[in-house]
């Protein structure tokens, strides 16, 4: 019986971070209002209840995320078939390693986050912590789904939920951030529908493995429209990733966002340059035919203008919130300019320094939140003000934040910057890359710097210290909790750096991929029938992809650098 147990559980693991997150939310909602009412016995009852629920969720969600990145490291693809349809007829959920890291660093982050709600900033309006639950549900689904409509479909759940909750606690500020936010957002959908509409319509397919085995099959002319479709694809998901030009409504509504929910928000943005990696990297990437590469004279231009905006921001920003928001932009284009460079050891310092990156700017957005509390009437601008309650721990936990952001050894943010100028070498745009990544570095340290003086050490003694709102251990905890994160890849950085090249390598062999998914590759025109038998097992056997380098050597060595 416990074997039969554990073999059902493995059967449907790939499904569990999205069914868990959704059961979770469903049962919270049947609970009844939660948070706005938490003034009554009854109230904080039920707000009890859900912290508990919610809490309890997020911390199985870790453990979910944690399984499967053990299965993924050994190169095995899960691959569910929902309702046991064939791929690519039917809805099909495939983790590999790149899948599976992105979910640990969403509950790696989650959990933390929503421990920080819990000290009352989930008292602040109805039904945060379903809202969370599904913002949850739409981030693990977008990391591990293997079809581009269904994409789009888990872009829209964690939006509409990250709508509610960008206004969660209301005020005049946050409804006009909010409301930019929401209309970027619909016309960025209606522009992915379109994109999404064109493949289809020159592909016939939308599934990922099968995209990759039919687009170098489209020539030209057509091949200018699929093109043109992924064109379309990197405006969408760039908007979502928030890269130059598309950039300039990030700061803003992360800045007027709650803390924790800023903090959650930081793993929003990596589903943009994760969709980028996952279509423009692979499936328009080496192989796609006349449609290779026809995004990569984009990408690393407008990711190290994307870095430049980020710090130049930073250094502008008036506010701790809002210089942090600007930072999130820079590690953005930090990210992308790895991805730009096409080479597996690229995309594998790429993929370490967004795990890196993003603990750290959820840290800083609570810890900003708790300098804030405890500057009087200041609160997080960057003026004198009251001396804070707890200087020393505070400020220590900004120095660790601050040293990793800025990648100063031997900090993650280090380690990963390093690793992505060494791919940088033998690229054209070595020099540049090299210039802006380490002027960027530079910059981000002066501006934390310059932050944390104002906030530390420039204090005016003539009023009196302020509150400690934001000493409470549990929020304290959170914020801790984050940063320690940081540290942990520091003191395991080679295993992790070993997993992310690894990650990267898997991900070029579409081949692999294809195989798990679809099955035979070797048929990329076969018509669509009207009714498909079903087919099992649910989940895939597993499959370990060959090591492939993601273009072909050009005859100088340098891996297809350009």
């Known amino acids: 019986m416990t074997g039969t147990l554990a073999d059902l559980f493995s059967q449907h693991l790939p499904v569990l971070p999205v069914l868990l997150p959704s059961i979770t939310a469903v049962a919270l909602l049947l609970m009844g209002d939660h948070g706005g009412d938490a003034g009554t016995d009854d109230g904080r009852r039920r707000l009890a209840w859900a912290r508990r629920l919610s809490l309890g969720s997020a911390a199985l969600f870790l453990v979910l995320a944690v399984a499967l990145v053990q299965r993924a490291a050994g190169g095995d693809l899960a691959v569910y078939r929902v309702g046991d349809w064939p791929a690519p007829y039917g809805i099909v959920l ?18 933390p986050v929503l421990g920080y709600a819990c000290g009352g900033w989930d008292a602040h309006g109805r039904h945060f912590h379903a809202l969370f ?12 789904t293997g079809d581009l409509f269904n ?6 759940v964690l939006l509409i ?18 409301v930019h936010y929401v209309v970027l957002n619909l016309i960025a959908s209606a522009l992915f529908l379109i994109g999404v509409s064109l493949l289809y319509a020159k592909t016939g397919t939308l599934n990922l493995a099968d995209l990759a085995m039919r687009v170098p099959k489209v020539t030209a002319p057509e091949s200018a429209i ?9 405006v969408v998901f760039g908007f979502k990733a928030a890269i130059v030009p598309l950039a300039m409504w990030l700061p803003g509504t992360y800045a007027a966002a709650s803390a924790p929910v800023a903090a959650l928000f930081a793993i929003m943005t990596k589903v943009g340059v994760y969709s980028i990696l996952r279509v423009h990297g692979v499936i328009f990437g ?7 590469f026809s995004a990569e004279p984009w990408i690393l231009p407008l990711a190290l203008a994307t870095c430049l905006l ?17 930072l999130t932009v820079a590690s953005v284009g930090t990210v992308l300019a790895g991805i730009g460079l096409y080479s597996p050891a690229a995309w594998g310092a790429a993929l370490y320094y967004m795990a890196n990156s993003t603990l750290v700017v959820a840290g800083l957005f609570l810890l900003a939140e708790l300098v804030a509390a405890q500057r009087g009437d200041a609160e997080g601008r960057l003026e004198p003000a009251s001396p804070v309650a707890q200087p020393a721990l505070l400020g220590l936990m900004m120095l660790l934040a601050a040293a990793s952001a800025a990648g100063l050894p031997p900090m993650p943010g280090f380690i990963g910057k390093l690793m992505m100028l060494e791919a940088a070498a033998r690229h054209d745009w070595h020099v540049v890359v090299w210039t802006v990544i380490l002027g960027v570095a530079l910059l981000t340290l002066i501006g934390l710097a310059r932050a944390g003086s104002i906030l530390f050490w420039h204090v005016r003694d003539d009023l009196p210290a302020g509150g400690r709102s934001g000493a409470s251990p549990r929020l304290i905890g959170a914020t801790l909790a984050l940063l320690a994160a ?3 890849m520091s003191v395991w950085a080679a295993p992790i750096q070993r997993y992310t090249e690894a990650a990267a390598r898997q991900l070029v062999d579409r081949q692999a991929y294809a195989r798990a998914v679809i099955g035979d590759t070797r048929d990329t025109t076969r018509p669509y029938p009207a009714v498909s038998p079903p087919m099992s097992p649910a989940v895939s056997p597993a499959v370990s992809p060959a090591e492939a380098p993601a273009r072909p050597a050009t005859p100088d060595g340098s891996g297809g650098a350009r």
Do not use: C, N
Not at 97 to 109: E, I, Y
Not at 226 to 234: H, S
């Open 94 to 111: 495939v983790v590999d390693r790149l899948g599976a890291l992105m979910l640990l660093l969403t509950a790696v982050v989650a959990l």
């Open 486 to 488: 940081t540290v942990a």
């Open 133 to 144: 639950q599904f913002q949850l549900m739409g981030l693990a689904g977008a990391f591990v």
């Open 161 to 178: 939920a990250s709508y509610a909750l960008m206004l969660h606690g209301q005020g005049r500020e946050r409804f006009r951030m909010g």
């Open 310 to 326: 980020g710090v130049l921001g930073a250094l502008a920003a008036h506010t701790l919130p809002r210089l942090v928001a600007w």
């Open 286 to 292: 080496e192989g796609a035919g006349d449609s290779a």
């Open 226 to 234: 699929v093109q043109g479709a992924g064109m379309v694809l990197l």
């Open 151 to 156: 994409l789009f479909v888990f872009f829209e």
